[in-house]
């Protein structure tokens, strides 16, 4: 689990511990406390929405960057495999005109 999927999980943790209290020690009536958790689960849906946004562009970035790495593999290789083969046809035309 890396470092951002362990920090979203604190933010849920910490979301739903702080409801809960809210709840508990609220000195309000239950129309306004259910208007303010309302109003605070419409924040922190946004928070959240936000980090899974840029959990999702963290993950394209290593995407493209694993992608690009892999082609440079492919392309070197090719470059390899088209000297060797450049390198054995000189050495077939050598013997052959000896």
Do not use: H, W
């Not at 470092?3 to 409801?19: H, I, V």
């Not at 129309?31 to 980090?51: F, L, M, N, V, W």
């Not at 290789?77 to 390198?87: P, S, V, W």
């Amino acid at each position: 689990m890396n470092n951002g999927e362990k920090g979203f999980l604190a933010f849920l943790a910490g979301l739903a511990t702080g409801a809960a209290i809210g709840v508990l020690f609220a000195p309000r009536s239950g129309e306004e406390t259910r208007k303010i958790i309302g109003d605070k689960a419409d924040e922190y849906s946004d928070e959240a929405q936000k980090q899974i946004n840029e959990m999702v562009e963290t993950g394209k970035g290593e995407i493209s960057k694993a992608k690009k790495k892999a082609m440079d593999a492919v392309e070197k290789a090719l470059k390899d495999l088209k000297d060797a083969e450049d390198a054995l046809a000189d050495e077939v035309k050598g013997k052959s005109s000896k």
